[in-house]
């Protein structure tokens, strides 16, 4: 969950907002020293985040219709980044033995509100780190959701940036985004899980939190695509980090630590030592409202609610977040555990806070300094390795030595969490049927990110790129309806694309992807070699900085050669300069496939290259018409 400041600030608002952020931390330190945060008691909550669909399981953005009509009966729903995203917050609970089922079951409530008041707007749930049919088109500002604070923030975090927001992230394929907003940052959707600790045990347990952040979350990966790319595991660690990075060329060059972060050092002193950090690592982005001084509220009694400086915590996104909050009018501290993904389901959700609640109590009272048995850089370099490869991540673990994380939570971890959820006292049923899911899914090394890496190899080539992504995302919307937790669903197939009108309706859904390209001054007998040994009859010509310069057609080629021949066979070689169109008719991605059609006949071409934002993206031929007529004249005879 991103929180956002309450309004723009002038310099001079941020220098009067900055000197109530660190009042609020003298605040907070006195708080401290003189025991007024809440201790011995164990509370656990959670951050639901969403997608909103539509029929063709693409985003839909109904996100203000959908707060409209949830309103009326629920406070539990706020907004999210994207118009296309929603957030169901689930109520803090004390540790207690029906503690993880009753989470399921208030988690199993607020989907049903969701999913009816979706489908009241002509929209659907899904339940996923990253929408499988996102596409960049999605990530625009007409798709932000109706909230100045969110453009202010964009703004804002746009003119630090210098520039515009590149992602790269390599994984089975490789994917080079370059893009003009923050919007990037709406691909992710998590299931955020908050932990209680008292002010005396925060340094021990929120280092114990990074400890276990790793094998968690080789357990839990489930965002292994991003716009039809196959990345990490848990490809949101990658982009979260590049979507929100700010730092200009210069803080670039000296390292400077990125806001998204998973910290550089084990926490030594307390909450106050990350508190500091930030407020000195990390420039205000924008201020906001507070309720009047926190130390004049101290002073009179009363419990501050330090809203400077938790709308500027709000801004610093650590893997694992200290919270400050008030619960029943006493304030407390929270760690809130922002690694893991949504989804696949509500019981695998409840499942991974489970193993993660488990480790962190038993480790809570085995280690009382984690320190003396593990090097940060271990932990850190566990959490990057599981979310690159999931359960196949080798892990430095206590002592040094060298597991495989699949191994580690069989052998060692998932026992801990057994011991841990029984230390607390939670029901040996409610505590076994959740570890032992984990358990089988580990066994069978079918995580979420694995289950859809595992349908789209088994699709292979059949059917468009779109297609597959539109049956994963449908598959993965019947098995969540079903129940059953993602090692035991069945592999996505072509054939749970409901309706196959919707595959064909843009251009960049149909077009060709993987380019034969040729440059200008290339030789023309490479440009009839390739055409004779791909079997094409276009092949687009791009320059050195990947721009669509012209368009090389079997026929010109043909024409030219034949006239070159009859005139004078000893010329100097041709080059591909010489015979291309040079100013070819394109298309974009989101044009419709009507529409190219038509731009097809009254030109009386049989290729248009995919331009997107002066990029060369694709390519849609006479013969992607053709298959997506065959196609839909298949699905049409069947049915009947």
Known sequence: MVHHPASASGATELRTFMQSVLEDIRVLERMIDEGMIERDVRRIGAEQELFLVDEAWRPIPIQSAMLDRLGKTSSSFTPELASFNIEANLQPQVLSPTCLTDMHAELDGLMRQARSAAQAEGGQILNCGILPTLAQSDLSLANMAENARYRQLNQVMSDRRGGRFESLIKGLDELRVVHDNVMMEACNTSFQVHFQVGAEEFANLYNLAQLVTGP????????????????????????????????????????????VTFGDRWVEGGVLDIFREDVSRFRLLLGGDTRGSSMEALERGEVPTLDALRLHNGTVYRWNRPCYGISDGKPHLRIENRVLPAGPTVEDQIANTAFYLGLMIAFGEELDDVRRVMEFDDAKGNFMAAARYGLSAELRWLGGQRVSARDLILSDLLPRAREGL????????????????????????????????????????????????????????????????????????????????????????????????????????????????????????????????????????????????????????????????TSPVTVSPGDTTIAAIEIMREHRIGCLPVVDSGRLVGIVTEHDFVDAAANLLEETLRAR
């Open 216 to 259: 968690v979350l080789a357990a839990a990966v489930n965002s292994p695509v991003l716009l039809q790319h196959r990345l990490w595991h848990e490809t949101r660690v990658a982009l979260f980090a590049q979507s929100l990075d700010i730092r200009n060329a210069s803080q670039m060059a000296r390292n400077t630590r990125q806001r």
């Open 422 to 581: 029984a230390f607390k006292g939670i029901e040996r049923g409610s505590a076994d049927r959740y570890l032992d899911l984990i358990e089988e899914r580990v066994s069978s090394g079918r995580t979420g990110a694995q289950w859809a890496l595992d349908s789209l190899a088994r699709m292979g080539t059949r059917g468009t790129l779109d297609e597959r992504h539109r049956a994963l995302a449908s598959a993965t919307y019947a098995r969540q309806t079903a129940g059953l937790p993602v090692h035991k669903w069945a592999l996505a197939d072509l054939d749970e694309i409901s309706d196959w009108r919707h595959s064909f309706r843009t251009v960049g859904q149909i077009m060709s992807r993987d380019l034969f390209t040729l440059h200008p001054e290339d030789v023309i007998d490479l440009a009839a070699s390739l055409m004779d040994w791909e079997h094409i009859r276009y092949v687009p010509v791009e320059d050195d900085q990947g721009s669509l310069v012209g368009l090389l057609t079997q026929r010109g080629l043909l024409r030219k050669l034949s006239v070159r021949k009859e005139s004078d066979g000893s010329a100097d070689p041709l080059s591909v300069q010489d015979v291309m169109v």
